[in-house]
């Protein structure tokens, strides 16, 4: 039987707010499930748990995929991060607190998934805002992935990296290549390469291109990014 391509996504959600101001989770749903992938990671989910609702649980029941729980803050009303969800087999869940001083809580979520007979790392992280934060974190970053044997890996997330050359990016690209993404940012005029998937081992990625929708243009502030892998 032929190989498939794996197809999977990394989209900042920002906690389901669109562009005309309004939280609307309906719109995540409706694009996730228009993009068919079996492996998607989340940022900036806004986990609301009231009485009878819980959004994770909304997203798992109404795209048919298993969620995973990333969080890094704690609310009054749930909890805030990121998530993974799924369509293929989980093996085992780790996560990782990558929070700086006293900026905003930033973690990173890895993920072993089965896809054809084998071990898939995948891991999502949401980087922060300041030059120094995200340094220190993607050195730490790097050391939660090299202590285990992680391979083929999948790193996917909003990295929010302005700079190319920036020194991040070029930690980055030498576990992974040369890091080329479609811009992603801001979603109606997209100019910006914040959200990345990245692969190892590179040449396992056949496409990534950001999706672009009159729907996913308007239920975010960041596009979805997407990938196709064969390994």
């Not at 990394?10 to 995540?28: C, F, P, Q, V």
């Not at 992680?150 to 290549?177: A, S």
Request: hydrophobic share 40%; aromatic share 6%; net charge positive.
């Amino acid at each position: 039987m032929a190989e498939r391509n794996l197809r999977l996504a990394t989209w900042n959600i920002h906690m389901a707010i669109g562009r005309d101001g309004r939280r609307d989770l309906s719109r995540i749903v409706r694009v996730i499930n228009q993009l068919q992938v079996e492996v998607i990671g989340l940022q900036e989910v806004d986990n609301q748990i009231e009485i009878g609702h819980n959004d994770l649980q909304t997203l798992a029941e109404q795209t048919g995929m298993e969620v995973i729980a990333g969080p890094t803050m704690q609310r009054t009303r749930g909890d805030y991060g990121n998530a993974l969800l799924t369509r293929l087999p989980v093996s085992k869940v780790e996560r990782y607190d990558l929070s700086f001083k006293r900026r905003e809580p930033r973690g990173l979520l890895i993920v072993e998934l089965k896809w054809q007979g084998r071990p898939l790392q995948v891991a999502v992280t949401h980087l922060g805002l300041r030059p120094g934060e995200r340094r220190e974190q993607v050195r730490r970053l790097c050391e939660h992935l090299a202590a285990a044997r992680r391979n083929p890996l999948v790193l996917m997330g909003d990295f929010n990296e302005w700079f190319i050359w920036g020194r991040p990016l070029r930690w980055l690209q030498r576990r992974f290549g040369a890091i080329r993404s479609s811009a992603t940012f801001p979603a109606n005029w997209p100019l910006l390469q914040l959200d990345h998937i990245l692969v190892e081992p590179h040449d396992c990625l056949v496409r990534k291109r950001a999706y672009r929708t009159q729907v996913s243009q308007s239920a975010s502030d960041h596009l979805p990014l997407v990938a196709e892998l064969r390994c």
